[in-house]
């Protein structure tokens, strides 16, 4: 078990905030990084806002769009949802973080 | 397993969505920013509102939401490096601060755009007229795959028709062109029973040419192949102008019968609006309709070809395949064909070429370029004038960290920034002036595809012109400007190295550089100013305004035999010269000025020394030509009508031809043979007695007179015929008496393009007129230019002195030597300047000589006039600002910072 408080590794921040709106439907960026801290579990510390330079380079690929809401506490907020081409890219991202894990995985074990 | 994922292909797309997506930022970048700002408050808001609802103070809340947040002002960064597009970021500063800059100097600005935009509208509207002329396509689809095919001489490279055998063989030959057709030009005399006869220009074409050409008729059908059949019904189609203008656009003509010389036609048809060919031709034959259409004779040479390439071929493989199909036809048929080949070029530039090969257009585009290197020198000097100002802010710039590409960089940005601004300007003139170009040349009858408008192409060139522009007058003073640094300005005692020995030595070399094109282009403009003159005053030989002439249109199947032809004319003189008609009136083959039969020549009494003899040219006239002209013949007689009895065939010659020819003895009764210049072929071996000498009159567009043999109308064919007449009203009613005299003796007979000598004269010295205005124009510019230089370069000069005048006035020095003091660097480059240009006014002289007409070398006296004219100016330009330094008060001077 790693150590508490370790850097979301590079590059995965993305694939969650996508996953998080797949799963969860349209949420503002408060409500994106309080889900991955919950799943997260202490297991990785995550400044909260590196998500939104995450949300933008998203936005500029066209995989989530976004809008103005109204957050449960009545404040206008930016809420994120992810598209049609998100989710296309949800599903080649996952399957390739699932080889790269196994590979990986099978690395490890050959060479314990 | 998996199947692969090919994530390239998946991220290639997002790719060019991020580009754009990044490149709407820069529009929208504060939206964006606010944006955040707003998302990071609301989302410090809800984790501060967590933190205290678990029971934190305020104050403490806030800072543990900052904490978990991390660090704003990072977040800030990375957001705005994933917006916009950082090198665009860099240039939008420097471009903000060159805007800043420029616009704080308005007068400096002003002045340098002013003279750049100058020399950028010279050029563009150089180059709006010549893309307009020859670098246009034939306006049909796929115009820039129509060739143009003719026949040409293979050793001399002289372009001739091609027979209609030739041509058939080429078409089923050639693999490299998807269709073929052939056309020969023709006017025609148009009518009717109800409207009085018009002579139109048209055409006799194969009746697949339209389909070459890809042009459908608007109205009815097209020609078949039937419509060239022995004994088909006689067809024409008709353009849309002449269809509106003479038939008010009355689509029941269709199917209707009209007489085309003579001969009823029946119209099946009306091409779409703007269309004409092959130049403004609007009425149309099928070839088989044509008089005596030999269809099987090679020699019949009277028709050029129009081929559409296939997507594939190339223009050089077109003609590789075309050289080969000639060749093999020349081996088949030696006696027609020696020495016979093929010419292909795209259409349009077989009637208009582009340059370099026209070396008007070449040479107007050089002037044009001349004066732009003379503005940016202009423009160069004024930088390097002001650069002493900048010295201290690049120095700072440059201890600060700047490197000195990125201090290049943002000097050159202010540059195009002048020059865009510039060409802008100059755009706005090009365009008044390609108004008044387009109206004037309405008179020349230019093909119909000609226009001069600013298509993609000019726009083009006018941005790479700004760019080039930028770099020419930018980059030597941002060059010097970099050099400077700290310790230079230090020394200096802060006042900055540039303005400096180095600066004034770049401004004396290009104050001399931008004399010397001056001088060059003035005296250009001078020498074809007056040889355009020249070939005026030459024609003044004849009374031009008292003589008119026109062209004639005879229906050829009317007057096929010489006896019927001799008729003609003979009516037509008489008719035109009754009482209350015309003083005299003549019939020749040829006007004056413009036309004339190029020939071999042979001497009865001179054995030839060379293989060929010397070329001549020739018209052919009737007696009474030197009559009605007002030629008093130096030796001799006229030619009289029995001058072309067989055996009898008598020649006059002018005066030209005897001192090139017979310089020695009396020409009277020598004997001279004309022979076909191509294969040396003496038509009938006619040998002419000459009988009399004419004073010389031009007959060619472009040159002085040559010399010349009037032949008697009737022994060879002639292609042309031309009546000129002596009348005493005005235009406008001589040619209405001209055109209803040759109506009376027969209707189908058509007088076209009536005009007076003197116009005749003006329009066959068109090209030398323009270039040599044109040139004289760009020279006029030249020097206003070189003058304004001149003494913005001098009055800041001054300026820059201020407190060594005030020292030197305050030592005692004299006015004359300040004087001297102030102007000897500047009248010394001016002198060289003016000797550079001198010289190269005798080279120009000599490029320019048989580049538009034959030329002399430009005379001393004008070479003198220009040297003149420009120690005026230099003197002039420098007056001004010597004279505020004369008057300098010493303690105010001495002061002056």
């Known amino acids: ?112 | 397993m998996y199947a692969p994922v090919d994530y390239q292909q998946v991220a290639t797309v997002p790719q060019l969505r991020v580009v754009i997506s990044r490149f709407l930022d820069l529009l929208f970048r504060r939206r964006r920013a606010e944006r955040l700002d707003e998302e990071i408050a609301a989302h410090l808001a809800a984790l501060a509102q967590e933190f205290e609802d678990q029971g934190m103070s305020a104050h403490a809340a806030a800072l543990e939401a900052r904490r978990t947040f991390g660090n704003v002002d990072s977040v800030r960064m990375l957001h705005r490096e994933q917006r916009g597009l950082p090198m665009v970021d860099r240039w939008s500063v420097d471009l903000r601060a060159a805007t800043r800059l420029l616009t704080r100097e308005k007068a400096f600005t002003t002045g340098v755009v002013l003279v750049l935009a100058l020399g950028l509208a010279v050029n563009t509207t150089i180059f709006t007229i010549v893309n307009g002329m020859t670098w246009r396509t034939l306006p049909v689809p796929g115009g820039d795959h129509i060739m143009h095919l003719s026949s040409q001489s293979v050793q001399e490279r002289t372009g001739m028709y091609t027979s209609f055998a030739d041509f058939n063989d080429w078409r089923s030959a050639s693999t490299t062109f998807s269709e073929m057709g052939a056309y020969a030009t023709a006017a025609m005399n148009v009518g009717d029973s109800e409207r009085p006869a018009d002579r139109l220009a048209g055409a006799f074409v194969s009746t697949n040419l339209f389909r070459v050409l890809q042009v459908q008729p608007a109205l009815g059908r097209e020609f078949t192949e039937d419509d060239a059949r022995p004994g088909a019904e006689p067809v024409a189609l008709l353009g849309h102008h002449i269809w509106s203008a003479r038939y008010g656009a009355d689509p029941s003509l269709i199917g209707r019968a009209i007489r085309i010389g003579g001969e009823p036609v029946t119209i099946i048809g009306v091409m779409p609006a703007g269309f004409q060919f092959p130049l403004r031709g609007d009425v149309w034959q099928p070839i088989a309709q044509m008089p005596s259409f030999d269809p099987l004779t090679r020699d019949a040479r009277r028709f050029d070809a129009v081929g559409r390439l296939t997507p594939k071929a190339t223009l050089d493989a077109a003609r590789a395949e075309m050289t080969a199909i000639a060749a093999s036809i020349a081996q088949q048929h030696p006696a027609s064909n020696f020495d016979v080949g093929v010419r292909i070029v795209p259409f349009t530039h077989a009637f208009v070429a582009p340059p370099p090969e026209a070396q008007e257009p070449l040479l107007m585009m050089i002037a044009a370029a001349v004066v732009l290197l003379i503005a940016c020198a202009n423009g160069a000097s004024l930088l390097l004038a002001r650069a002493n100002q900048r010295a201290r802010e690049m120095t700072l710039r440059a201890t600060l960290g700047a490197s000195r590409a990125r201090i290049v960089q943002q000097l050159l940005l202010e540059a195009l920034l002048m020059s865009t601004a510039a060409g802008a300007l100059g755009l706005v003139i090009s365009l008044v002036a390609v108004q008044f170009f387009a109206r004037e040349a309405v008179d020349l009858n230019l093909p119909y595809w000609i226009a001069f408008e600013f298509d993609a192409r000019v726009f083009a060139y006018v941005a790479v012109a700004c760019l080039g522009t930028a770099i020419a007058f930018g980059l030597l003073p941002a060059w010097q400007l970099s050099r400077s640094n700290a310790q230079d300005i230090l020394k200096d005692g802060g006042r900055g190295i540039i303005g400096g020995r180095r600066g004034r030595r770049w401004a004396s070399v290009l104050l001399a550089g931008e004399i010397a094109l001056t001088v060059m282009l003035l005296a250009a403009g001078a020498l074809l100013l007056r040889m355009s003159a020249t070939l005026g005053h030459d024609d003044e030989v004849i009374d031009l305004d008292r003589l008119f002439a026109a062209q004639l249109a005879v229906p050829v199947s009317k007057y096929a035999a010489p006896a019927q032809q001799r008729a003609l004319h003979r009516s037509l003189e008489e008719q035109l010269t009754r009482p209350e008609g015309f003083a005299a009136a003549t019939v020749s083959s040829a006007r004056p000025f413009v036309d004339s039969t190029t020939w071999e020549l042979r001497l009865a009494d001179k054995p030839l020394t060379t293989e060929r003899g010397p070329s001549v040219q020739s018209i052919a006239i009737s007696p009474s030509y030197f009559h009605t002209l007002g030629l008093p013949l130096l030796r001799g007689r006229g030619l009289l009508d029995g001058d072309s009895a067989p055996g009898r065939e008598a020649v006059v010659v002018n005066d030209h031809f005897v001192q090139s020819h017979m310089p020695d003895g009396d020409p009277i009764g020598r004997r001279i043979q004309l022979r076909e210049p191509r294969n040396g072929e003496a038509r009938g071996s006619l040998w002419y007695t000459i009988v009399g000498v004419s004073p010389s009159v031009r007959q060619r567009p472009l040159s002085r007179p040559a010399p010349l043999v009037y032949v008697p109308l009737g022994l060879h064919e002639t292609r042309t015929l031309a009546i000129t007449v002596r009348a005493s009203g005005d235009a406008t009613s001589t040619a209405t008496a001209l055109r209803d005299g040759v109506r009376a003796v027969d209707a189908d007979v058509a007088a076209y393009a009536i005009m007076s000598l003197r116009k005749l004269s003006a329009l066959s010295r068109w090209t030398a007129r323009l270039v040599s205005v044109v040139l004289v124009i760009f020279a006029g510019i030249a020097v206003v230019l070189s003058a304004a230089g001149l003494y913005g370069v001098t009055s800041y000069g001054f300026a820059q002195r201020t407190s060594e005048i005030g020292l030197r006035v305050a030592v005692g020095a004299r006015h004359s030597q300040i004087a001297w003091t102030l102007l000897r660097s500047t009248l010394t480059s001016a002198m060289i300047g003016l000797a550079l240009g001198l010289g190269g006014a005798f080279v120009a002289s000599q490029v320019l000589r048989g580049a538009i007409v034959q030329s002399e070398t430009p005379e001393l006296a004008v070479l003198g006039g220009i040297a003149l004219l420009l120690v005026v100016i230099v003197v002039a330009a420098c007056f001004v600002p010597t004279r505020r330094a004369m008057r300098l008060d010493p303690v105010t001077a001495l002061r002056h910072e």
């Open chain 1, 1 to 112: 078990m790693p150590p508490a408080g370790a850097e979301v590794p590079y590059g995965t921040l993305d694939l969650m905030v996508l996953k998080t709106l797949a799963s969860m439907g349209p949420l503002h960026g408060f409500g994106i990084a309080r889900r991955i801290e919950q799943i997260a579990d202490g297991w990785f510390a995550l400044n909260q806002g590196t998500i939104y330079p995450a949300l933008l380079r998203l936005e500029q690929k066209g995989w989530i769009a976004s809008e103005w809401g109204t957050s449960e506490n009545n404040r206008r907020a930016r809420y994120y949802s992810i598209t049609r081409a998100g989710r296309k890219q949800l599903a080649t991202e996952t399957e390739l973080w699932t080889r790269t894990v196994q590979m990986v995985n099978r690395l490890l074990e050959n060479e314990s």
